[in-house]
């Protein structure tokens, strides 16, 4: 790799002081509001199909789509010609985005026998917006299969934790925020065995005492502060003031089920309790419960691991024929809630990421799934699910102009998703272009340390890479903030990224270059024709 060695020293360091100190000017959504995609094939899923039709989206809404839209004159254009454009596509439940603060379980409590809520699995107060990741890199690793919004969730323990609902649109999760504190996660797995609850029917008794006692601790509060005189007040819960919420209909509790057997315990629970529920099908056998599911009318997040639960009857059988019942029975499930007409949602818990998300969708759809379903589970479905169909899930004037502008049919694996819309936002997904014989032969996932040599002294920096085949991501952590880049690639055993630093009005473009040698690399950092500075970095042990 050839270096271009120039004094960029003391302006490296400018750069970066200028970005943290200096408030922006302007910003992204102030100079793009308004977009027109023309000539381009549109499902609007509200409706019949439209061969070549335009799309108006301004200020982070649809504002008109059809045959014969006017294009308005203070609006960029984009060439539609060889794109089909969708509703954008929506995880209805997930965890990846979510970074929970890892804590370390002490074994002395076992002998002490003091341990805590949190210890039990009882965390209705954990919220996922407090640990919520939507930085750069994240978020563009579900753009590329055209997911737009998700709707995120703790799923361990009992009371798990309340979900938040997001547009993937920005970083900033106050203005990616739709929904928070949406549903409440309940499952059926003691934290630990050793205090109460600490048994199926310890968990079960557990959550209708709790339950219960939410709802009249809501309705003794209520009459207090109606009547006041003569009628003594409880004490204050913060947790039963966060149950009351979920209960006797109100907002939506989701039942994690890891086998049918946990599916009837939920459909049992919610009866009895009058409770606003889906149930979400870890174990992937709601095609067992299908007659419970249709007379309680249950809505299904249906999650595509397609692998047997250890108390399924194939599971006791041996590898084998466990093997053969996932490939026959439970990879058919989505198709067989489909036949029988029971209302269901595609969740990526189970999945470590949206591309096995989406692989697992295509693996649906081989077996059985129509893709017109499956398509409906990302969107209409999603939509409807979390509360949200009248903002989301089709491509309908005044709907948040959530899109993804797709090369070729989607959920198909020849689709190339180009662009996405999330908020009015543009983002374009760019394929890494490698070469005959020049596939990547390092990987470096992972943080590294980076020495730049800049000007009189070296700066130190952590970067924290993810990457996928040849593509590369990832986060670049310095004194002076946090930046995200997406969009480099590995080649051989270089890499190549870039940033753009947006300050005072003006954009920036860092181009950095690397040769990797096992755990360290050398390169250069070149800003335009300020010059470059070299670095050296060395992986960081995890």
């Known amino acids: 790799m050839t270096k271009r060695i120039h004094c960029l020293g003391i302006s490296f360091f400018m750069i970066l002081i200028l970005f943290s100190l200096q408030p922006l000017l302007y910003s992204e959504e102030d100079l793009h509001s308004v977009w027109v995609?023309?000539?381009?094939?549109?499902?609007?899923?509200?409706?019949?199909?439209?061969?070549?039709?335009?799309?108006?989206?301004?200020?982070?809404?649809?504002?008109?789509?059809?045959?014969?839209?006017?294009?308005?004159?203070?609006a960029e254009i984009l060439d539609g010609s060889k794109l089909t454009v969708y509703p954008g596509l929506i995880d209805a439940l997930g965890q990846s985005l979510l970074k929970l603060p890892e804590e370390k379980f002490d074994a002395a409590k076992f002998y002490s026998g003091e341990f805590t809520d949190?210890?039990?699995?009882?965390?209705?107060?954990?919220?996922?917006?407090?640990?919520?990741?939507?930085?750069?890199?994240?978020l563009e690793k579900y753009h590329r299969f055209g997911?737009?919004?998700?709707?995120?969730?703790?799923?361990?323990?009992?009371?798990?934790?309340?979900?938040?609902?997001?547009?993937?649109?920005?970083?900033?999760?106050?203005?990616?925020?739709?929904?928070?504190?949406?549903?409440?996660?309940?499952?059926?797995?003691?934290?630990?065995?050793?205090?109460y609850p600490n048994s199926l029917m310890g968990i079960i008794s557990y959550l209708k005492q709790e339950l219960t006692d939410a709802s009249y601790y809501k309705m003794k509060m209520d009459r207090w502060e109606k009547e006041r005189k003569g009628l003594s007040r409880s004490a204050y819960s913060p947790k039963m003031e966060i149950l009351s919420s979920y209960t006797a209909g109100k907002k939506p509790v989701v039942f994690l089920c890891r086998s049918q057997h946990d599916i009837r315990r939920a459909l049992s629970l919610a009866s009895e309790l009058k409770l606003n529920f889906l149930i979400c099908d870890l174990g992937n056998e709601a095609f067992k419960a299908i007659p419970e599911l249709k007379k309680a009318k249950a809505r299904v997040l249906c999650t595509l691991t397609f692998k047997a639960p250890a108390t399924s009857v194939h599971a006791q059988l041996g590898r084998e024929e466990r093997k053969k019942a996932e490939e026959e029975l439970y990879s058919k499930n989505p198709a067989k809630l489909a036949e029988a007409g029971i209302p269901f949602a595609f969740s990526s818990l189970g999945n470590d990421d949206p591309k096995s998300f989406m692989e697992a969708v295509?693996?649906?759809?081989?077996?059985?799934?129509s893709r017109e379903k499956a398509l409906e589970a990302l969107t209409v479905?999603?939509?409807?699910?979390?509360?949200?169909?009248?903002?989301?899930?089709?491509?309908?004037e005044g709907k948040i102009a959530n899109l993804a502008l797709i090369e070729g049919e989607i959920l198909t694996k020849e689709a190339k998703v180009r662009y996405v819309f999330a908020d009015g936002q543009k983002f374009e997904l760019k394929e890494a272009k490698v070469k005959e014989g020049e596939k990547p032969t390092v990987n470096v996932t992972g943080k590294w340390e980076f020495s730049i040599e800049a000007g009189p002294g070296t700066m130190k920096l952590t970067v924290d890479f993810m990457q996928e085949e040849a593509s590369l991501s990832g986060t670049m952590t310095s004194p002076f903030g946090v930046f995200d880049f997406t969009g480099g690639s590995v080649v051989g055993n270089e890499i190549y990224?870039?940033?753009?630093?947006?300050?005072?009005?003006?954009?920036?473009?860092?181009?950095?270059?690397?040769?990797?040698?096992?755990?360290?690399?050398?390169?250069?950092?070149?800003?335009?024709?300020?010059?470059?500075?070299?670095?050296?970095?060395?992986r960081i042990p995890s």
């Open 147 to 195: 997911i737009t919004g998700a709707q995120v969730m703790p799923q361990r323990g009992i009371l798990t934790g309340q979900s938040s609902i997001f547009s993937l649109s920005s970083s900033d999760k106050n203005k990616a925020l739709l929904q928070k504190d949406r549903a409440l996660g309940i499952g059926f797995s003691p934290g630990v065995f050793m205090t």
């Open 381 to 396: 479905q999603a939509a409807s699910f979390l509360g949200l169909e009248q903002a989301m899930g089709t491509l309908e």
């Open 37 to 74: 995609i023309k000539d381009c094939r549109i499902v609007p899923l509200s409706g019949p199909q439209i061969e070549k039709g335009v799309v108006v989206l301004r200020d982070g809404l649809i504002e008109a789509v059809g045959a014969s839209v006017s294009i308005p004159p203070d």
């Open 362 to 369: 295509q693996k649906a759809i081989e077996n059985g799934l």
């Open 118 to 138: 949190k210890d039990r699995g009882i965390v209705p107060e954990l919220r996922a917006f407090d640990h919520v990741n939507l930085r750069k890199a994240a």
């Open 497 to 538: 990224f870039e940033m753009t630093l947006a300050a005072g009005g003006q954009e920036i473009d860092l181009y950095f270059s690397a040769v990797v040698e096992g755990d360290t690399m050398e390169g250069s950092v070149v800003q335009g024709t300020a010059g470059s500075a070299e670095f050296t970095a060395k």
